[in-house]
């Protein structure tokens, strides 16, 4: 499924998995589906509640609205970007070798 909406966590716990594995959790204050959005491509995580969760939404249009009419906001997201891609590369070099 592509992006449908922006999340910030009010309330409760949630597991973030790539490939059916945990990499992170998001508590109060943190937020997720924002690569989606940037991208239009397909989520690549799966956000799984570990407690009962609320979630604020912002859909699409109203997101790209925020971020094009904030360049400030902007730069945090791209900045955001870059350590998500640093993250997954870190991740990626630390797996064992298989062969």
């Known amino acids: 499924m592509s992006g449908v909406g922006f999340f910030i966590v009010v309330e409760g716990d949630a597991a973030v998995s790539v490939n059916g594995k945990e990499v992170t959790q ?3 204050g943190d937020h997720f589906g924002e690569l989606a959005l940037i991208s239009s491509r397909p989520r690549t995580a799966t956000v799984t509640a ?3 969760l609320t979630c604020l939404v912002m859909p699409i249009w ?3 609205d925020l971020v094009k009419g904030n360049p400030e906001m902007a730069w ?6 870059v350590d998500l891609v640093d993250e997954a590369q870190s991740r ?8």
């Open 92 to 99: 990626s070099t630390a797996l064992p070798d298989s062969s």
């Open 26 to 28: 998001l508590h109060p």
């Open 50 to 52: 570990l407690t009962p």
């Open 76 to 81: 945090k997201l791209l900045e955001h970007v």
């Open 62 to 64: 109203d997101f790209r």
